[in-house]
């Protein structure tokens, strides 16, 4: 791999905007999952297992949609000591996070005397997405599953794509088993998420969709938005390192190596300093810890095509061009006294990785804030997977008769500048003051 990298210029921003905006499904995408979604939603089942033989070249018969419980049981058996306290204490931490989290109903008087207030339900059936294949994403099950159950959602159904045999790895089922969830489907892809939308007879509707997904399954949510809630379009994995004449090379190095190894070829690696000197030392240890690594092929591919390195020695700058990027993951490899003015500047970072000892893999795996991020700079506007997201807000209002009083020459007003007399008249004739 040859590594070089950009000097600060007036069309920096221009050109990464370019480079880390979010790619638009092409219209092949688009009109596969449309076709995908409708076969479902018209044929149910039997378009399902259709769908999963054509794209996941596995042959499951309606029967065998439904994961049975002795096959969890089995599966969490087989987890090792060491897989089975690793994912409990990931779940602890996850758990811990966001108790921290959990709103409370509250209720004031306004001025005119009512007493008003929200409270807040969990979503009554959520749908949870967890990608499988060649990488099952263990993880992902505690980072999302975690969450509705701290949320105390009562219906849990959790879909994910059978390898071609029909099997889902039993490191997964492990954690789901250990999670309490009873209800996992082995259907993956835009097919899976027609489902959890529309419903089948194997898999009754959900209220709103979660978990990250290639290209297809976030344009089949997309698509799915309006018949059920979504949570976000998460796309390829993203990370930003800043560093500075402290950072250490090989720390540095396999941070950008970790992101690029999730293997899309679509990954975003992005890596900005403010001491020239090190960047012929950073590229080095990419060029000998790549040798190591099992997925080399995949991070090469990733390196050549999505990876961008940027001097810039002014740290405002540095803020500057994060914020703009707004990346998934920031690394803020730096001295202790950079960070403050850091995690000020920058706004739109879906997660801070802060210090020298803080790898985006700890966010990914065991420290607690889910890792279903924003990506494609998406975190300008929106936030990562949070607990609120598994919970409805309701707000109340309640009037006696004299807040009512109290509030009808406001009401009556609004009334009559929006020429709407019945919602005049809605609240006068409880009164006693009709026309």
Avoid at 64 to 84: M, S, Y
Avoid at 202 to 218: F, L, Q, R
Avoid at 338 to 344: G, M, Y
Avoid at 412 to 427: I, P, S
Wanted: hydrophobic share 40%.
């Amino acid at each position: 791999m040859k590594f070089s990298y950009l000097q600060d210029s007036e069309d920096l921003l221009l050109e990464l905007k370019g480079f880390a905006s979010a790619s638009v499904p092409g219209p092949e995408v688009i009109e596969t999952v449309s076709e995908i979604v409708k076969a479902v939603r018209d044929g149910g089942d039997g378009a399902l297992l259709e769908k999963t033989k054509l794209y996941d070249h596995a042959s499951l018969l309606p029967d065998q949609i439904l994961l049975k419980q002795e096959e969890l049981d089995v599966a969490e058996a087989k987890l090792t000591d060491a897989e089975r306290e690793s994912i409990r204490e990931a779940i602890r931490n996850v758990q811990l996070f966001h108790e921290k989290s959990i709103p409370s109903d509250w209720s004031a008087s306004n001025e005119h005397g009512a007493e008003v207030g929200e409270k807040h339900y969990p979503i009554k059936r959520v749908g949870i997405y967890v990608p499988g294949g060649n990488v099952p994403l263990v993880s992902t099950v505690i980072m999302t599953v975690t969450l509705a159950k701290v949320a105390g959602v009562s219906e849990i159904a959790v879909v994910t794509p059978p390898d071609q045999n029909g099997e889902v790895a039993f490191q997964l089922l492990g954690a789901l088993k250990t999670l309490g969830v009873s209800e996992v489907y082995r259907v993956g892809g835009a097919q899976a998420i027609a489902a959890l939308a529309y419903g089948t007879k194997s898999i009754p509707a959900v209220d709103k969709i979660y978990g990250p997904g290639n290209a297809y399954v976030n344009e089949a949510k997309r698509q799915a938005f309006g018949a059920v809630g979504i949570d976000l379009l998460p796309g390829p994995s993203e990370v930003m390192v800043i560093a500075d004449e402290t950072a250490n090379p090989a720390f540095v190095a396999a941070a950008l190596l970790a992101q690029a190894e999730h293997g899309s070829g679509k990954e975003k690696i992005y890596f900005l300093f403010t001491e020239e000197s090190i960047f012929p030392k950073v590229a080095q240890e990419l060029e000998n810890q790549v040798q190591t690594l099992s997925h080399k092929n995949a991070i090469e591919k990733v390196m050549e095509c999505g990876f961008r390195s940027i001097f810039l020695p002014e740290l405002r700058r540095v803020s500057e061009v994060a914020t703009f990027v707004a990346p998934e993951h920031l690394e803020l490899q730096v001295s202790e006294d950079k960070l403050p003015f850091l995690t000020k500047e920058i706004s739109t970072a879906g997660a801070f990785l802060m210090g020298h000892c803080t790898a985006t893999s700890l966010g990914d795996f065991a420290a607690g804030p889910s890792h279903v991020l924003p990506t494609g700079r998406s975190s300008r506007f929106s936030s990562g997977l949070k607990l609120n997201d598994f919970l409805r807000r309701t707000s109340f209002i309640r009037y006696d008769e004299v807040a009512a009083k109290k509030a009808l020459p406001v009401v009556t007003e609004f009334a009559l500048m929006e020429k709407l007399d019945a919602h005049g008249r809605a609240l006068s004739i409880r009164v006693g003051k009709n026309d």
